[in-house]
């Protein structure tokens, strides 16, 4: 029996994959070590700390498509707190001043002992309508200086 293109899309999965909801977080809950951070935030700047064009083809990155490196630090934040996010290349375009974006699957990175969150190729940035919230500016969670401590069990 032939089924239309429109009764087979109807149809349940025969693997039976059930996706979970999101859980969104807030920047105060953000941990050093963690992954997999669902976020919505407010950019309040953003800082390139990187610009470099590639001299010759081979430097061309595949994944990327361009044969150049840029590298943005933004401040980004919600109502409870601040925190640094570390945008590469096509996501330094997304990360502008006074935009609202939702951000899945970040991580957290330790650069000289303090938290950055970054996405890599397995998150994704997107911009949202602005937020209504009022940023808390004085609660940024990358002045907060972590020690890497061993643990030595007995």
Known sequence: MAE???EMKNQQP???????????LKVSELKPGTNGN???VKVLSSTTVLDKKGRNTSSFNSRTGSAQTRIAECLIGDETGTIL???????????KPDTTVIIRNAKIDMFKGSMR???DKWGLIEVT??????????????????????????
């Not at 996010?85 to 990360?95: C, E, G, K, S």
């Open 117 to 119: 969150l970054a996405v």
């Open 38 to 40: 669902n976020l919505a």
């Open 4 to 6: 239309t293109a429109a």
């Open 85 to 95: 996010f570390t945008a590469r290349n096509a996501q330094v375009d997304l990360m």
């Open 129 to 154: 309508e602005p937020a209504t919230f009022t940023v808390k500016e004085d609660n940024n969670l990358s002045l907060v200086e972590y020690e890497l401590v061993n643990v030595v069990e007995e």
């Open 14 to 24: 025969v693997s039976g994959i059930v996706k979970r909801k999101p859980v969104f």
